[in-house]
């Protein structure tokens, strides 16, 4: 079976705290495409990243960084430096076989 | 521009009323894709379209229908057998189907009393 567990559904920091979110996945394919995407107040998701497989190098953008860890099968965001801009509703996701199975989200709040 | 549109962004309809939600895309995607999302869950599709008069039905198809007679337009029709229609509905459209990163419009609230 297919699926994506995000087990916080709620975090809270103060802004300039760095803050890690987890996903952990299932699948029994070998190849797979995992996804991060935003959901701000406004609604609309905003794509993140996308990590194949088959590439389990760290990517840093910005203040935003990702592991991909197979033997774990997690794929966990950091946000270094969080700002109050940074509040929004972050999910994780896996494509397999034909669609885009969705965790249920962390709702991230970040104080000023 | 390019994106996609979605209207309106509130929608309240009476039970029993079918009613229609409009997503449009000028991105010339092929696919087109159409999520519910309920508090406190993620994203679950409904219906997904691969190309012009082709959809397919996605996990939770039942009291929803869709049309796809233009590629940038892939409207939702929520009927009156859709047993829980209240809820945040979001389209979505990818260059193809397959794992290239979707893009989400707005979304539209449907309240159904």
């Known amino acids: 079976a297919q699926k994506v567990t995000q087990a916080q559904t709620e975090i809270s920091v103060v802004e300039k705290e760095d803050v890690t979110l987890d996903c952990v996945y299932e699948?029994?394919?070998?190849?797979?495409?995992l996804f991060w995407y935003k959901q701000p107040p406004s609604g609309e998701l905003v794509f993140l990243i996308r990590?194949?497989?088959?590439?389990?190098q760290n990517e840093i953008s910005g203040r935003y960084s990702w592991n991909f860890q197979k033997s774990t099968s997690s794929f966990n965001f950091t946000i270094t430096a969080s700002q109050v801009v940074d509040s929004a509703v972050y999910f994780c996701?896996?494509?397999?076989?034909?669609?885009?199975?969705f965790g249920t989200g962390t709702r991230l709040q970040v104080f000023p | 521009d390019g994106g996609i549109t979605q209207s309106p962004k509130y929608l309240f309809r009476k039970e029993g009323q079918n009613v229609t939600l409009s997503c449009e895309q000028n991105?010339?995607?092929?696919?087109m894709y159409w999520y519910r999302q309920d508090p406190g869950q993620g994203l679950r599709l409904i219906y997904y379209?691969?190309?012009?008069?082709?959809?397919q039905k996605g996990d939770i198809a039942e009291g929803y229908s869709v049309s796809r007679e233009k590629k940038e337009s892939f409207p939702l029709t929520v009927t009156s057998a859709q047993k829980n229609p209240t809820a945040f509905y979001l389209c979505?459209?990818?260059?193809?189907?397959?794992?290239?990163?979707?893009?989400f419009g707005p979304g539209t609230r449907l309240t159904v009393t």
């Open positions: 979505a459209s990818s260059i193809r189907t397959g794992f290239h990163e979707q893009y």
């Open positions: 699948t029994r394919d070998t190849t797979y495409y």
């Open positions: 990590r194949n497989s088959f590439d389990e």
């Open positions: 996701a896996l494509f397999n076989t034909d669609k885009l199975i």
């Open positions: 991105l010339n995607h092929d696919a």
């Open positions: 379209s691969q190309i012009v008069n082709d959809f």
